[in-house]
T-cell receptor
Framework: DQQVKQNSPSLSVQEGRISILNCDYTNSMFDYFLWYKKYPAEGPTFLISISSIKDKNEDGRFTVFLNKSAKHLSLHIVPSQPGDSAVYFCAASARSGGSNYKLTFGKGTLLTVNP | GAVVSQHPSRVICKSGTSVKIECRSLDFQATTMFWYRQFPKQSLMLMATSNEGSKATYEQGVEKDKFLINHASLTLSTLTVTSAHPEDSSFYIC???????????FGQGTRLTVV
C-alpha cells in the first residue's frame, strides 16, 4: 500500500511557465513533508519542506502548498527553467512518532522544462 | 547543505561475491544514517535505519544477514551486500542526519550490477 502517491509520472512545461507537481498521502500521522530533486545516477537533493502546522512555504522560485483536509500537497516552480528538468520526489514523515522518523517517498515525477 | 559522500558510485561484481558500500558525512556528525534502494522508475525504498554504535533497524522484508549495515562512527556507515545475486542489482543510496529534528542529506548513490 503506497502511502505517498505521485500520480503523474511525467510533466512537460515551457520555460518561463509554472510547473505544478502534485502529491497525495494517505497516512494521517504524517506531519512533515519534503520535496527532493534528483538527477539520473545521483542522490536526491533537498528542495523545500513544510510542516503540517503551515499551509504554505516559499523559497525563491519554489512554493509548497499543503491541504491537510485533502491530504494533498503541491510544489509550484515559477518561472520554470530548463535546469529544473529532473525527477521530483515527494516525501513524508511522522516526526511526532519518535526520533528515528523515516521518510516515505512517492514514485517521483519527471519534469521536463522545454526551452 | 551538508555533504554526504558515498563510495563507490558504480560497482560491478560477480554473482556470489560481497560488495561494500561506504557512506560518509563530511562536515557533520551523523547520529542516524538511512539506507535506501531504488529500482528503475520506482520510489526510494527504505531498507534500514542505523544509529551510531547500535544495531541497524531493518524494514520488513529486508534480509539483515544479506544486507549488513555497520555504523561504527559518527561519520561512517557501510552497507555490505553479501553473496550478491543479479536480483540485487539496483541503485543504493544512503542519507545521513545530525539530529532528529534536522534534515537528512543524501549521498550520490551507488549503482550495483551483479553479473
Amino acid at each position: 500500500d503506497q502511502q505517498v502517491k505521485q500520480n503523474s509520472p511525467s510533466l512537460s512545461v515551457q520555460e518561463g511557465r509554472i510547473s505544478i507537481l502534485n502529491c497525495d498521502y494517505t497516512n494521517s500521522m504524517f506531519d512533515y513533508f519534503l520535496w527532493y530533486k534528483k538527477y539520473p545516477a545521483e542522490g536526491p537533493t533537498f528542495l523545500i519542506s513544510i510542516s503540517s502546522i503551515k499551509d504554505k512555504n516559499e523559497d525563491g522560485r519554489f512554493t509548497v502548498f499543503l491541504n491537510k483536509s485533502a491530504k494533498h500537497l503541491s510544489l509550484h516552480i515559477v518561472p520554470s527553467q530548463p535546469g529544473d528538468s529532473a525527477v521530483y520526489f515527494c516525501a513524508a514523515s511522522a516526526r511526532s512518532g519518535g526520533s528515528n522518523y523515516k521518510l516515505t517517498f512517492g514514485k517521483g515525477t519527471l519534469l521536463t522544462v522545454n526551452p | 547543505g551538508a555533504v554526504v559522500s558515498q563510495h563507490p558510485s558504480r560497482v560491478i561484481c560477480k554473482s556470489g561475491t560481497s560488495v561494500k558500500i561506504e557512506c560518509r558525512s563530511l562536515d557533520f556528525q551523523a547520529t542516524t544514517m538511512f539506507w535506501y534502494r531504488q529500482f528503475p522508475k520506482q520510489s526510494l525504498m527504505l531498507m534500514a535505519t542505523s544509529n551510531e554504535g547500535s544495531k541497524a533497524t531493518y524494514e520488513q522484508g529486508v534480509e539483515k544477514d544479506k544486507f549488513l549495515i555497520n555504523h561504527a562512527s559518527l561519520t561512517l556507515s557501510t552497507l555490505t551486500v553479501t553473496s550478491a545475486h543479479p536480483e540485487d542489482s539496483s541503485f543504493y543510496i544512503c542519507s545521513a542526519r545530525e539530529f532528529s529534528n534536522t534534515e537528512a542529506f543524501f549521498g550520490q548513490g551507488t549503482r550495483l550490477t551483479v553479473v
